[in-house]
């Protein structure tokens, strides 16, 4: 083991962004379950990461505004058009949404077909770079979480549909590009998926959770020497597994 990995200036900032994260991912994950559209995470986030590299294709990269404003613009546009497929076919709906997965995940590979560092970009798209938070880069995200929460609240985004798209797309742009997709899908379902049967307390349940899992898994992985990402991930199905039998259980 590498007691030497446990550095609170590194791990620090990782667990806060996991409470960030599902801070807005339990709420809006939650929802997603209720619609019955599980995948719609996968595909708004690699819309987003879409656009993420057609700004590097651009030559945009030195421009992190830029990037950001593609990024963006590319989830707000694929949000809208999944909420008009909604609305046109809600009966195929999931297929819709897997679909635009693939094909946006196809578009991205195409993007960087040239370029001899596409296995990493995909790799941090895909997985993250946790540990390599700090503190400052949280700041805005923290701003763009309080915002999403803060409308959501106000205007009662469970009830409707086009802003519960439109939040969504923005909350999991700002999310991708923090934890990366496999932790961005994981903190949304896992959580909600496994406090479904809780009538009461259910959300801080599923937060409590969501944080323990975070926590077990950047300590694992510290001492380990692992992949955080795949690590949390991990934690996070057992510890939600490991509820939902032991509530199963008790009842």
Request: hydrophobic share 60%; charged share 10%; net charge neutral.
């Amino acid at each position: 083991m590498m007691f030497d990995g446990l550095d609170s200036s590194i791990l620090g900032p990782a667990f806060a962004a996991g409470l960030l994260v599902l801070a807005t991912h339990v709420p809006l994950g939650r929802q997603v379950l209720q619609r019955g559209i599980i995948f719609i995470d996968l595909a708004i986030a690699q819309i987003a990461g879409v656009g993420v590299i057609a700004a590097h294709v651009l030559h945009l990269g030195d421009n992190g505004f830029a990037i950001q404003l593609v990024a963006y613009g590319a989830a707000l546009t694929g949000a809208l058009l999944l909420y008009m497929c909604e609305r046109l076919w809600p009966d195929v709906q999931e297929a819709i949404i897997g679909s635009s997965f693939i094909v946006a995940a196809c578009i991205g590979i195409l993007l960087l077909s040239g370029n001899p560092q596409a296995g990493e970009h995909l790799k941090e798209l895909l997985v993250g770079q946790i540990l390599w938070v700090d503190y400052a880069r949280l700041l805005p995200v923290a701003a763009i979480y309080a915002m999403v929460l803060i409308i959501w609240r106000l205007f009662h985004g469970e009830q409707r549909p086009l802003l519960f798209y439109l939040l969504f797309a923005i909350t999991v742009t700002a999310s991708v590009q923090l934890v990366g997709v496999y932790l961005v899908f994981a903190s949304l379902i896992i959580p909600a998926l496994s406090v479904r049967q809780c009538a009461a307390g259910a959300g801080w349940i599923a937060l409590v959770l969501g944080a323990a899992g975070y926590g077990c898994g950047l300590v694992i992985s510290a001492l380990l020497d692992l992949p955080s990402g795949a690590v949390i991930v991990l934690s996070l199905a057992v510890l939600g597994l490991l509820f939902s039998t032991c509530r199963g259980c008790r009842r």
